[in-house]
């Protein structure tokens, strides 16, 4: 059975950083895109960051671009999401996600494997 275990997750003040990481396990994803998603109360879930299978690609959504970096170990089967300046719009359950037909995808639709999420909350 595969599963995606998101941690690092928690409550942070305006301009402090998390580090979120999600570990796999069932299967290895080391060629197979991964993603971090994030969904705050009322809204769609929207793309966060992308990385590829080698991790040499990544995607950013604008909002965090600058501030958030996607990194992946394959031999850990584990993608971490590294979040500086963090600001009260970050607030929103995170969400680690993988797809099992592409070795590169951005769009939310590519992703058929997701985690349970992690509340992420920023005080301002």
């Known amino acids: 059975q595969v599963q995606l275990v998101e941690s690092g997750g928690g409550l942070v003040q305006a301009g402090g950083s998390l580090r979120l990481s999600c570990a796999a396990s069932?299967?290895?994803?080391?060629?197979?895109?991964m993603g971090w998603f994030r969904q705050a109360p009322g809204k769609e879930r929207d793309r966060v960051a992308t990385i590829s299978s080698s991790g040499r690609n990544t995607d950013y959504a604008d909002s965090v671009k600058g501030r958030f970096t996607i990194s992946r170990d394959n031999a850990k089967n584990t993608v971490y999401l590294q979040m500086n300046s963090l600001k009260p719009e970050d607030t929103a359950v995170y969400y680690c996600a993988a797809s099992s037909k592409y070795y590169t995808a951005s769009r939310t639709a590519s992703y058929d494997y997701w985690g349970q999420g992690t509340q992420v909350t920023v005080s301002s």
């Open positions: 069932g299967r290895t994803f080391n060629t197979n895109a």
